[in-house]
């Protein structure tokens, strides 16, 4: 049974600095997604990540993955406030594509 | 296109209701997905289907039944209702890719349920 975990859950940071997000998977998948949740909306696809050594980016974001580790990261380059959001991870496996999400992780960035 | 459409966007209900949540989208997808959403757990796959007619169990089935007797459709039922189903439910939908590539999941508003 493919298991997510995602940390931190909760992360507050001050506008300017950097941090990561970290998402570990216990089993093989197929592809591995980041998702940005806006409190009371719907879920926002930010990067999919399908091989060894991929990596994305997006503005102040970028996604890279370690299939050997089971990991990816969410990396965040001199945090503004609008980044204050849920992120999920989430793996992807089987025929009918199922994810498996992460806990989410709660950024609050402040000035 | 409207994509993913869910109806109703909120309900309460009281314990031993019944009601039947409507997924619908206009992009002609193969898999649709019901997910909850509950504080601190992520999304949880409830059902799914790979298409008409099919449906199968997901991570937390139990409570739960679904149909889809439409591919644009994909109906989640609560024969009766526990408080324990209070949360978010989210539907989703993907697409079959030659070759298969990725197969992104899009997703519906949300309807916010409390059972009472």
């Not at chain 2, 459409?5 to 209900?13: E, M, N």
């Not at chain 2, 039922?77 to 209070?86: I, V, Y």
Request: glycine share 8%; proline share 4%.
């Amino acid at each position: 049974e493919l298991k997510v975990e995602q940390n931190p859950l909760f992360l507050s940071m001050q506008e300017g600095k950097n941090y990561t997000i970290y998402c570990n998977y216990s089993t093989t998948s197929d592809r591995l997604y980041w998702y940005r949740q806006d409190p009371g909306k719907s879920l926002e696809s930010l990067f999919v990540l399908l091989s060894n050594g991929a990596v994305k980016q997006e503005g102040r974001l970028m996604a890279s993955l370690d299939t050997k580790a089971r990991l990816s990261t969410l990396h965040i380059t001199a945090a503004v406030h609008d980044l204050s959001a849920t992120y999920f991870c989430a793996a992807m496996t089987g025929t009918a594509s199922k994810l498996t999400f992460g806990t989410g992780t709660r950024l609050q960035v402040t000035l | 296109n409207a994509g993913v459409t869910q109806t109703p966007k909120f309900r309460v209900l009281k314990t031993g209701q019944s009601m039947t949540l409507l997924c619908a989208q206009d992009m002609n997808h193969e898999y649709m997905y019901w997910y909850r959403q509950d504080p601190g757990m992520g999304l949880r796959l409830i059902h799914y289907s790979v298409g008409e007619g099919t449906t199968a169990k997901g991570e937390v089935p139990d409570g739960y039944n679904v149909s889809r007797l439409k591919k644009q459709n994909f109906l989640l039922g609560l024969e009766s209702a526990a408080p324990s189903q209070t949360s978010v439910y989210f539907c989703a939908s993907s697409y079959l890719t030659p070759g298969r590539l990725y197969n992104e999941q899009f997703f519906g508003p949300g309807t916010r349920l409390t059972v009472l």
